[in-house]
């Protein structure tokens, strides 16, 4: 089959996902949207479809916690980012369609297509059959567990087997209207078994970063194990990614952002790696972002930007003032000054602290230190590097250094809600509450809390017209 240049939509039925695909190595589309892939190298071109990169999913920004709204610019935002930050319960109109459902699921889609099909592909080996096959299956399982962290209640072993999750969706079949969501047990238990089958057949060296490599997907699998609170399995994991990345045949690291800043490197000024060359992305993925530099309503908070010694050289990545220059009317809040889009695929920084959070909770607290300090070396002056010693030596106030550290890592970037998600069911941490506070123009509060049933995300109401039976959350 010969490739070619195309656009294509197929039909609205997948959870009500439209879907184009942009110009580049695309197969020709026959009736009811079924992609026409008969060798080995259509499969493999198939993997290079920017849609498996840019998500352009970003709702987790505006519901984490370490961010409050500033009047006027609250106001003169989108309705979307208002009802978000707020925790409303409906998102969106009638006439919308979901970010969160529209990119995943076509990409759902796409990987199920070359699961089912790849190993009766004509031309290649057996061998690399099995290894396209692998990263459309690792590729599934990392949408899977976004889809179930928006959608599902976080992982709980008590209740996560009556817990509504995610319907699963194994078949490229574009007709399919009759959805029923699995619980949230069978959904990760999925994800596992997914990543479990895929890692043995995935490749050590890969292409491009837009490629699942076995780090990667071991690193995945880790991050997967953290989230349902399995911080034994997830260790081996992590470590193996940690190692197995410096065999993709990549540029895979940390930034130093001492030396980064002061000679003109890849931070210098106002400046940030894309998705495509940043050395700290094992598998880029990327959303759109508005929160960061262009966008003045939503702001870090007083008590987040004070998790920032001045020596932090991520404190650079922030300014106290408007786009326009004008002062915030309230004292010590920070807006993004760069970083136009999200990156959050499989990152070093995140894969260090993972670790560190594992080693903690498993009282190796040698271990976790040595991890946060290697991420803080490269982000600040030797003098500063080490955890304090009397945070150091107990368990739980080094875990919440380590959390803490990830707020300072990835502030603005989405992270923080699903950590609040996991961190909701955490034994450790019983009692947790969480507040967005928008401030008005002469810097009065009004404050929000979250509600528990608001740790997830309802259906769109188009999502729901066009999927009869499909169970909403409260």
């Not at 110009?23 to 498996?52: C, T």
């Not at 990152?347 to 040595?370: D, H, S």
């Not at 010693?389 to 990830?406: G, W, Y």
Request: with cysteine.
């Amino acid at each position: 089959m010969k490739l070619s240049y195309i656009k294509s939509w197929l039909a609205a039925a997948t959870l009500a996902v439209s879907f184009s695909a942009c110009s580049g190595n695309f197969l020709d589309v026959e009736p009811r949207g079924k992609l026409i892939a008969a060798k080995v190298d259509d499969y493999d071109q198939l993997l290079n479809n920017l849609y498996l990169v840019y998500i352009n999913s970003n709702a987790q920004v505006p519901m984490g916690d370490e961010l409050v709204a500033v009047e006027p610019y609250f106001t003169q935002s989108g309705y979307r980012t208002q009802r978000l930050f707020q925790w409303e319960s409906n998102i969106y109109q009638s006439e919308d369609n979901s970010p969160e459902l529209q990119y995943p699921m076509h990409n759902i889609y796409q990987f199920n297509k070359i699961i089912e099909e790849v190993m009766d592909a004509t031309e290649g080996t057996d061998a690399q059959k099995r290894a396209i096959r692998a990263e459309a299956l690792a590729g599934r399982a990392w949408t899977n567990f976004l889809l179930i962290n928006y959608y599902g209640k976080p992982y709980n072993e008590q209740t996560a087997a009556t817990d509504p999750g995610f319907p699963i969706i194994t078949k490229a079949d574009v007709t399919q209207t009759d959805f029923k969501r699995a619980s949230v047990k069978v959904v990760y238990d999925s994800i596992v078994s997914d990543l479990t089958r895929a890692i043995p057949d995935l490749p050590v060296s890969v292409v491009s970063r837009f490629r699942m490599s076995k780090a990667a997907a071991e690193g995945v699998l880790g991050k997967v194990y953290v989230f349902m609170g399995k911080f034994t399995e997830a260790l081996p994991l992590l470590n193996a990614a940690l190692t197995d990345m410096n065999s993709t045949g990549m540029s895979i690291g940390l930034y130093d952002l001492k030396t980064e800043m002061a000679t003109g490197g890849v931070y210098a000024g106002t400046s940030a790696p894309n998705v495509a060359v940043n050395k700290e992305n094992l598998l880029g993925k990327q959303a759109t972002s508005s929160f960061s530099r262009t966008d003045n309503s939503l702001v870090l908070s007083p008590q987040a930007a004070a998790l920032y010694k001045d020596s932090d050289l991520r404190r650079n990545f922030y300014t106290t003032t408007a786009t326009s220059g004008a002062a915030y009317p309230i004292a010590g809040v920070l807006r993004k000054n760069r970083f136009s889009a999200l990156q959050f695929g499989v990152l070093v920084p995140e894969l260090y602290l993972l670790r560190a959070e594992c080693n903690c909770r498993t009282n190796n607290l040698a271990g976790a230190k040595q991890d946060v300090e290697t991420l803080r070396a490269s982000r600040m002056p030797a003098a500063d590097v080490a955890v304090p010693d009397n945070l150091a030596a107990q368990q739980l106030p080094l875990l919440q250094f380590i959390l803490e550290e990830r707020i300072r890592e990835f502030a603005v970037m989405g992270y923080r809600w699903f950590d609040m998600r996991r961190l909701s069911v955490d034994p450790l941490f019983p009692g947790l509450s969480f507040t967005h506070t928008v401030y008005s123009s002469t810097g009065t509060p009004t404050v929000y809390t979250l509600k528990p049933e608001r740790l997830v995300l309802r259906f769109a109401p188009k999502t729901l017209s066009l999927s009869p039976g499909l169970e909403d959350n409260p």
